[in-house]
């Protein structure tokens, strides 16, 4: 049941799935930052988790009344769940953090503070992360590489979900209706005044991660490049216009070595399968990138929410709730 409160200073969204270990540790650092700030509100989004996460968020909300929780219906994946959280938040500003400790509470002041000299984002920006593989690095490098150089939008590098938003922010993000919540692209997209703030993140408090570190990474990636530009529909088409440039070349060559100059020509199976393997390589590649356009456009057509609540506690009446 949702109940009337005055509107708090500052809602600080937390998406978990399976980490009733990182609560406690997590609520302990957090709740002095934000009570130097003044009012606010947590607001646990929590995927169905196997283990206690559900049951040691309830004991959390009845200690603290700040602390709420959103239980969806089933795993709806921590961009659908973040994005309940935004959207259904009630503070001025709105915090988005993990629950583990990586990204450090204490740097909210940090980013509050900023936020109050005239910005609607102050988004964290990474110099270092411990305990993060040599290949996720390069994965991650890469891929803000590749994004800003061919998106639309320009989303800044070394930086995650970790950011605080001015009501302002909010209500344009709660009109962008987009199956494929990339929050990243979509507050970039969204622009305004932004900024940032540096910081080294830490390993994990405890446990391990709970998506794929490098297919995760990718995807994310992926997510960010078919989401914000049109860029591989050109790009295979103009792929396609070489290859069909370059056997037309080689037909030409072929032709003048053979009529003209009398010169024999390299046949057989082996080159055949080469050639046809190669034009099937790109066929097929190319068809993977229509398809992922037309993926999307059919799960945008069919308008099914991008998330489901089962229930809420303790959760402030929201002016403009959108589920």
Excluded at 289 to 311: A, F, N, V
């Amino acid at each position: 049941m949702s109940i009337d409160r005055s509107t708090p200073l500052i809602s600080v969204v937390v998406p978990v799935y399976r980490e009733a270990k990182n609560i406690a540790p997590f609520l302990k650092r957090i709740e002095p930052v934000l009570d130097k700030i003044g009012d606010y509100e947590i607001i646990f989004c929590v995927d169905p988790s196997p283990d206690e996460t559900e049951q040691v968020i309830e004991e959390e909300v009845s200690r603290n009344p700040k602390n709420s929780m959103i239980v969806f219906s089933r795993r709806f994946g921590q961009p659908a769940a973040t994005m309940a959280g935004i959207l259904n938040c009630n503070g001025e500003t709105c915090v988005v953090i993990d629950v583990d400790l990586q990204d450090p509470p204490e740097l909210i002041e940090k980013m509050y503070a900023k936020l109050k000299e005239g910005y609607e984002v102050v988004y964290a920006k990474r110099v270092s992360r411990k305990g993060e593989s040599i290949p996720k690095l390069a994965i991650s490098y890469l891929g803000y590489k590749i994004i800003n150089r061919i998106s639309d939008v320009k989303i800044p590098r070394n930086t995650g979900d970790y950011r605080i938003m001015t009501r302002r922010v909010i209500e344009e993000l709660s009109k962008l209706n987009e199956s494929h919540g990339f929050l990243r692209g979509m507050v970039a997209y969204v622009g305004f005044r932004q900024a940032s703030v540096e910081y080294d993140r830490d390993k994990r408090a405890c446990g391990r991660g709970n998506y794929n570190r490098f297919l995760g990474s990718l995807k994310i990636g992926f997510n960010g490049l078919v989401g914000f530009s049109n860029f591989l529909l050109s790009i295979s088409s103009v792929i396609g216009l070489a290859v069909t440039s370059i056997s037309f070349l080689i037909a030409i060559y072929i032709a003048i070595s053979k009529l003209i100059f009398k010169r024999p020509y390299p046949t057989g199976i082996p080159a055949i399968i080469c050639l046809v393997i190669f034009i099937g390589g790109v066929q097929l590649i190319s068809i993977g990138i229509l398809g992922e356009y037309i993926g999307r456009i059919y799960d945008e057509s069919k308008r099914r929410p991008p998330y489901i609540i089962d229930r809420e506690i303790n959760l402030r009446k929201n002016k403009s709730p959108k589920t």
